[in-house]
């Protein structure tokens, strides 16, 4: 009888302790991540300040805890070099639970992290990886160690990146001065201040400069200065565009915030394809500059709805 007894225990016990681990890292798997809204803020060379919203989606009705944990970023398909690491807080693992982040992400590649920021800004749809090692716990168990890869898709903040396609620089409206940047993203980003180079069928006209840029979720309406070669202009407008809308190529030349160049940004937004369709004729009219060449004289660009 005591030999039966010993014999089950030494039998019995180790199974749950075997198959709680296995248990838990299912459920961690068949769990979904949808992040319902994340900003990037406060960016700079090294890092930036993430913030981000992350629900829970799981079928299981098992409730953990999910201990803090250092996340990595990295790209489909290989996932092979993370680009941004971050500390991920502890959370209840139950269906709709949520993760806050709130926290500095260092950017530890940054070849990579610029491919990332490429996507966020210039397409429809993007995928990247959430990957790490964390504790579980669950009732009286033992704490067990889960493995997280977890592939989360996200909207970026443009249809398409093609030349002369429709861009997310829009119209200006009549008078404002500023130009509308949608974004149906739930990405929201900090860029700082932005300097533009402008041309029309490949001859440069000017220069454009957006300071301060945030663009939220949602439609954006930022302020835009724009410095022109009022040659350039005027030898257009009497030539090829009659009608004084001009179909300005856009590059983002420079983007500076806090005093230092963002070249994750730079680059990101430098690929991007930008046009502006730009009125030309109430800015020449209210300068007085008409039919006149200016001689190194600039205007500011007028609006067209
Ligand atoms: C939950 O179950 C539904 C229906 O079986 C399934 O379509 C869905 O993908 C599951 N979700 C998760 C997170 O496992
Ligand atoms: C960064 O990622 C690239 C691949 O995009 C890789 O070739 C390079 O070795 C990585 N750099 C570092 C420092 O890990
Ligand atoms: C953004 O602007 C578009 C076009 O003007 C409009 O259809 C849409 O409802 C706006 N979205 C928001 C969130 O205001
Ligand atoms: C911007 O325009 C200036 C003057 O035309 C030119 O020297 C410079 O190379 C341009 N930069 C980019 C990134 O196109």
Redesign the pocket.
């Known amino acids: 009888m005591a030999l039966l007894i010993v014999v089950t225990i030494i039998v019995v016990f180790p199974i749950p302790y075997v198959a709680f681990p296995n248990t838990a890292q299912d459920a961690i798997n ?3 991540l949808m992040v319902t809204s994340q900003s990037i803020l406060v960016p700079s060379m090294k890092n930036f300040q993430l913030e981000q919203t992350t629900v829970f ?4 009705s098992e409730r953990a805890t999910l201990d803090p944990w250092d996340g990595s970023l990295c790209l489909a398909p290989d996932c092979r070099t993370p680009f941004v690491r971050v500390r991920v807080p502890g959370a209840q693992a139950g269906s709709g639970t949520q993760i806050q982040i709130s926290n500095t992400a260092e950017i530890i590649n940054v070849t990579e992290f610029n491919k990332y920021t490429r996507m966020a800004l210039g397409r429809d749809e993007y995928n990247f990886y959430l990957v790490g090692k964390g504790m579980l716990h669950k009732g009286a168990w033992p704490a067990t160690t889960v493995a997280y890869n977890k592939k989360i898709t996200m909207r970026g903040l443009q249809h398409d990146v093609l030349p002369n396609h429709h861009s997310p620089l829009g119209k200006r409206h009549q008078g404002k001065r500023t130009i509308s940047i949608p974004n149906p993203s739930v990405s929201q980003f900090e860029l700082g201040d932005l300097t533009m180079n402008m041309s029309v069928d490949g001859m440069p006209v000017g220069t454009a400069s957006l300071p301060n840029v945030f663009i939220a979720a949602g439609n954006n309406s930022i302020p835009m200065t724009a410095t022109t070669n009022v040659m350039a202009v005027a030898g257009l407008v009497s030539g090829p565009y009659k009608s004084g809308v001009l179909p300005v190529d856009v590059v983002v030349t420079s983007v500076i915030y806090d005093g230092e160049h963002i070249p994750w940004y730079e680059q990101a937004l430098a690929a991007l394809s930008l046009r502006l369709d730009l009125g030309v004729i109430p800015a020449l009219q209210e300068s007085g500059l008409a039919g006149i060449p200016g001689l190194g004289a600039a205007f500011v660009w007028a609006d067209v709805t």
């Open positions: 068949n769990a979904e989606v799981t079928n299981s």
